[in-house]
């Protein structure tokens, strides 16, 4: 490992490598299958809003979107133009216009868990693009892979919130989220390092985390709620290892970096 990497990266990058890959291997054989279950119960449960073919459409896609996040192809394709003026535009959405109007309930909080699922790809995308250009410095190669491995199950939770919203007739959310939107965007552009850049992911899986704990305990399904609990533990073990890249106790704890048992809502959306 370089002097420059040690300075930004204080961990083992075998350590890093080895939480990674239990960390996919988990989302594979647990994650996953609990998502999926969580996704058709709840478009099951839709008091027959969703016809057959809907709901059969939507799992094929939902196929294609486990297989490579394909369902968000046209968000990753508009990333790039974000810190320009697809920002403004997208972050001068006025907070009380979103959710989408016509969304209610379970829908609405679909739509918010797509958009915070939007914001994380956005941002790994756009620090792995960084990197690439060579503009955070020397990227450990454990770094980049931990990057990729949670942008492609960012890129999976949002496939399957917007899936549940297609399914009953309304249309994905392709924004990321318009409350945080301008606060990220002006953050990411002060990132010059990987140490900056894991703190502003850290920000973000945090905000997600908290979003789903609180939610989940607002969900009126069973079916609603199986799918929110399926995806907030993978927001925590991203937490988890960000804390780590960083130098830090690998957990939940509070601003003063003080252990905790459980995650607050305090940063939820």
């Not at 119960?41 to 799992?59: E, Q, Y």
């Not at 959405?93 to 739509?111: I, N, R, S």
């Not at 703190?199 to 979003?211: C, W």
Request: charged share 15%.
């Amino acid at each position: 490992m370089s002097k420059r990497s040690q300075e930004i990266f204080a961990g083992s990058e075998s350590e890093l490598l080895s939480m990674t890959t239990e960390l996919d291997e988990l989302h594979h054989d647990v994650g996953l299958p609990a998502m999926r279950a969580g996704v058709v119960n709840m478009i099951d449960n839709m008091k027959g809003a969703v016809g057959p073919t809907s709901r059969r459409t939507f799992l094929m896609g939902a196929g294609a979107a486990v297989a490579g996040g394909a369902a968000l192809m046209t968000v990753g394709s508009a990333l790039p133009s974000f810190a320009g003026a697809a920002t403004r535009r997208e972050s001068s959405l006025e907070a009380a216009a979103f959710p989408p109007a016509g969304l209610t309930g379970d829908l609405a909080v679909a739509a918010v868990a797509a958009s915070l699922e939007n914001l994380a790809v956005f941002a790994y995308t756009a620090g792995l693009s960084a990197a690439t250009a060579g503009k955070l410095g020397a990227v450990p190669p454990a770094v980049a892979t931990f990057a990729t491995t949670a942008l492609s199950q960012h890129k999976q939770h949002a496939a399957a919130w917007n899936g549940v919203l297609q399914a009953n007739h309304k249309a994905a959310v392709s924004v990321v989220n318009p409350k945080l939107a301008p606060t990220v965007s002006a953050d990411f552009a002060k990132v010059t390092d990987i140490a900056g850049l894991a703190e502003l992911a850290l920000t973000l899986e945090s905000i997600a985390a908290a979003t789903y704990q609180a939610e989940t305990s607002m969900l009126k399904s069973k079916a609603a709620i199986g799918l929110s609990a399926s995806i907030e533990p993978v927001e925590m073990q991203h937490i988890a290892i960000l804390y780590y890249v960083l130098g830090m106790y690998p957990g939940a704890q509070t601003s003063g970096g003080t252990p905790i048992a459980f995650s607050s809502t305090s940063m939820a959306v």
